[in-house]
């Protein structure tokens, strides 16, 4: 008799036991590194930048990433490689981003593990009289079948949902890689602005003040006196703008890479690289973009787990709880004896203790709710994430398409500058020059001249910031998280139209 609690005490922990032993604690170390799934999450980053990224999380790793930074940045003429670099190990957002691949880690760890037992205990029959104390006590221990059973689904739901973490993860780390080089490519662009508006200032300036000493000998009617000077005021006005854009565009990139204080002390070229001699081919850029596309990765894995939860659902349609309850009760019993000592009748009470084994089970009965409803919304949900996957496929070929048409038009255009139009400003400045040094043409149809090729040196300027930029978005949209802003969103610069003309 007295086997049978303790039998019963102990089959809750005999049932949790089946699900643990040496394979389980083997599962479960690999979610225990503090840098669980972060493997993945650095090589699919390496593939598609080629740059590499870290998941800080102690103050020495912070502090040595710091000293890493300011000697790549401080006092440094900055490129957009080491911009990109910078970003991916400095960003906190990205930082931020990795935490979660921390936190489901740890969710499948937990997942892994079998449910705590519950316990309870009662005392009955309280400061009863005849008990003394108590009259029973009262031990159950409650586990929950349903959780055993579904264990292992759950635990796969949890894995799944941790891979598409990580793939949220490269995403985020591709999304401010492709951010940053084009900040970088808009900041240096901000800054040739600068410096062909200079150009077109010290030309402005020498045809104002030429009309100035004009104005005052007579030569030169005031009407055209003012065309000149309003033409260097909105030139200067035009140029404190550009120096300003050339600010903000800087500040962007600095926001990026994470930089502040004694980092922001950096430099940036004044003009972009040249034009590539060849481009890359398109023969096979949708395949290349399906195949590489990490936001259509996790499309599919939504895709899987939706699959994955319309089972479990189905699953426990009809039982949402099935629970075992066992247990002891231990109780007091007072047998009272009479005795008959010398014509006297003596009472004895002997207090004794019984134990009652217990078994229970406890579950839903799905009178009302027959787990219809739930097995619907299960169904849609994979339906949903079904044509999601289908419209993102779609998405990605035309993003691939329309990526690689802008990146060699925007080549073709900003070649026709370089090779076309500014050639023959030049050669029009040139003979400009020589008249007027032949005495053939005056000063003001010089200036005019020049003007003209520095508007012409800015519209070149925006064609070759803007191959750049399709450049940028051609590669996201072959590894993620797809095509960003326009690569002729930005406005192209333009100088103020000259007052200037022959006199």
């Known amino acids: 008799m007295k086997n049978r609690p303790l039998a019963a005490l102990l089959l809750p922990g005999v049932l949790a036991g089946c699900v643990s032993g040496a394979a389980l604690e083997a599962d479960v170390a690999a979610y225990q590194d503090p840098k669980a799934g972060f493997i993945p999450v650095f090589a699919g980053s390496a593939q598609a930048t080629g740059k590499r990224t870290v998941w800080v999380q102690s103050q020495e790793e912070a ?144 045809a104002s003040e030429l009309a100035k000493k004009l104005g005052e000998s007579g030569a030169m009617p005031k009407a055209a006196q003012a065309r000149e000077h309003a033409f260097y005021a909105e030139l200067t006005g035009q140029l404190a703008e550009a120096r300003l854009n050339a600010k903000l565009a800087k500040e962007e990139l600095a926001r990026l890479m994470g930089l502040w204080g004694s980092e922001l002390d950096f430099s940036l070229p004044n003009k972009l690289p040249q034009l590539p001699k060849s481009l890359r081919s398109g023969a096979a850029i949708e395949a290349e973009a399906l195949r590489n596309r990490v936001d259509l990765k996790i499309a599919l894995l939504e895709l ?89 496929a779609v998405n990605v070929r035309s993003e691939a398409r329309s990526a690689y048409t802008s990146y060699r038009a925007r080549h073709e255009l900003a070649r026709h500058y370089k090779s076309n139009v500014l050639p023959l400003r030049q050669s029009i400045e040139e003979e400009s020059l020589l008249t007027y040094n032949g005495m053939i043409t005056n000063t003001f149809e010089l200036l005019a001249d020049t003007q003209a090729k520095i508007s012409t040196l800015l519209l070149s300027v925006s064609a070759k910031r803007d191959f750049w930029l399709a450049d940028a978005d051609l590669n996201a949209v072959i590894f993620g998280p797809g095509s960003g802003a326009s690569a002729g969103s930005a406005a192209a610069p333009e100088m103020a139209e000259s007052g200037g003309s022959p006199h």
């Open 304 to 392: 899987e787990l939706a699959a994955k939860a319309f089972g479990l659902t189905n699953a426990t349609r009809y039982l949402t709880d099935l629970e075992l309850i066992s247990g002891v009760e231990i109780e007091q019993e007072v047998e009272t004896e009479y005795e008959l000592n010398g014509g006297h009748l003596d009472e004895r009470k002997e207090r004794k203790l019984v134990m009652t084994p217990q078994l229970e089970f406890e579950f839903v009965i799905p009178i009302f709710d027959s787990g219809q409803a739930r097995l619907r919304k299960a169904e849609l949900a994979y339906l949903k994430a079904a044509n999601l996957v289908a419209e993102r």
């Open 63 to 206: 502090l040595e990433l710091r000293r890493e930074i300011k000697s790549l940045v401080v006092q440094k003429l900055v490129g957009a490689d080491t911009a990109v670099q910078v970003a991916l190990l400095n960003n906190k957002g990205l930082q931020a981003a990795y935490a979660n691949i921390g936190i489901d880690a740890a969710d499948v760890w937990q997942q892994m593990l079998p449910q705590n037992p519950t316990v309870s205990v009662g005392v009955l029959g309280i400061g009863a009289p005849e008990m003394l104390l108590f009259r029973a006590i009262e031990g159950m221990v409650t586990t929950n079948l349903q959780a055993m059973y579904t264990r292992e689904r759950r635990v796969e739901l949890a894995r799944m949902k941790f891979e598409q973490t990580q793939l949220k993860a490269v995403e985020e780390t591709l999304r401010l890689a492709a951010d940053t080089r084009r900040a970088w490519i808009r900041a240096v662009s901000a800054n040739e602005v600068v410096a062909y508006l200079n150009q077109g200032q010290a030309a402005a300036d020498a």
